[in-house]
């Protein structure tokens, strides 16, 4: 039985020149990942610059102009983040620590409250244990927060190295595209159908789908930083960032990010109809994210189901973190396009295309006589 089904899935040299491809990709992304992790993140973010390269070479510029654009474009928005961005979410991060003992002490007062409202429900010494739980994980994250800020050394290091080798890395991408495939394709086999019909597949929809993820992230993180300072909400951007990388999780994204939007809204005002705008404007966005936004963005990029979705984040989520977490649908998508080019076995009741297409020809040319 195992000798019949490996003759049946790699007697086809295509397959196993995919399945070599696909256990060395994945190897060398497990295996030496941190340490390429520059190299890695200057190859997503030119692959996906290349997209606006070929919009400019497609109306006549030449490709080293239009690189040099391109990149000078990126660039600007990389100093517009690092300078004019990443201040204003410190100083909004360090107000929101100062302000958390004020925030958790409104909490347990709240909470101290359960018990007299609902005693068939949750007791006094329910609540002192929740609150004691709560004290335990604060100060395990002010240990973390602590240690963070001892190896702000290394941590700063560790930016300059890609503040200075990303944008080197990302230029060089574009601008030699070409030598370096020539340079790859001396090793390929002379025979790659099966793997290059799955790389246009697979092409056409990771990069539509990173291109419109991050204009997507673009777009719900900056409507909802304006609408939450127009309705007065603190930490506004601080709170459009997170909404806006929420996205990235499909279905849990949301959801979870829903609690400190909720949380700082009603410690901040109460019950009352600033709390009510702020959540409904905060549905509002969600809900055109959802029904308008990712419908024109995707709407041919991803036919997946929910479950696959989910399962997708939770697997490559747990074995590269936030980058397996962006990627999983990608990913996910990879996975698919491979499955659909697999060889596979009929099934029972099902006859061979060749055999189909013969039998239908006949079916038609009998009806033809019959209806002369």
Do not use: C
Request: aromatic fraction near 14%; proline fraction near 5%.
């Amino acid at each position: 039985m195992i000798s019949d089904w490996f003759r049946r899935h790699f007697s086809d040299p295509q397959v196993v020149i995919l399945a070599v491809f696909l256990v060395v990709g994945f190897a060398v992304i497990l295996l030496f990942g941190d340490m390429l992790a520059p190299v890695l993140a200057s190859l997503v973010i030119a692959y996906m610059l290349e997209a606006m390269v070929r919009k400019f070479q497609s109306a006549g510029v030449p490709r080293f102009p239009a690189v040099l654009v391109v990149f000078l474009v990126f660039m600007f928005l990389l100093v517009a983040v690092i300078f004019g961005l990443l201040p204003l979410l410190s100083q909004q991060i360090t107000q929101l620590v100062q302000e958390l003992p004020s925030i958790i002490g409104k909490g347990q007062a709240l909470l101290l409250q359960l018990p007299e409202r609902y005693p068939n429900f949750i007791s006094r010494a329910q609540v002192l244990e929740l609150m004691g739980g709560i004290r335990g994980e604060v100060a395990e994250f002010g240990q973390y927060a602590l240690s963070l800020s001892l190896s702000s050394v290394v941590s700063l290091i560790t930016v300059l190295v890609y503040v200075v080798l990303l944008p080197f890395l990302v230029f060089f991408f574009l601008k030699d595209k070409e030598k370096i495939f020539g340079w790859l394709r001396g090793y390929y086999p002379e025979s790659m159908e099966l793997t290059s019909r799955v790389w246009v597949e697979v092409d056409r929809q990771i990069g539509n789908y990173v291109r419109g993820k991050f204009l997507e992230i673009a777009v719900v993180g900056v409507v909802t930083y304006i609408t939450f300072a127009f309705l007065g909400m603190p930490f506004a951007m601080l709170l459009g960032v997170l909404v806006g990388l929420s996205v990235i999780v499909p279905y849990i994204g949301a959801a979870v990010v829903t609690v400190p939007v909720a949380a700082i809204a009603y410690f901040h005002w109460g019950w009352g109809s600033e709390f009510l705008w702020v959540m409904a404007a905060y549905g509002v966005i969600q809900g055109l994210d959802g029904n308008v936004l990712v419908p024109v963005l995707f709407s041919e990029v991803v036919d997946l189901h929910p479950i696959a979705i989910i399962v997708a984040i939770l697997v490559f989520g747990g074995l590269w973190g936030f980058w397996g977490v962006f990627f999983a649908i990608p990913l996910a998508t990879l996975v698919q396009a491979v499955l659909r080019a697999w060889p596979r076995r009929p099934r029972q009741g099902t006859i061979a295309p060749e055999e189909a297409r013969i039998e239908s020809a006949a079916f038609g040319e009998e009806r033809r006589k019959e209806s002369r």
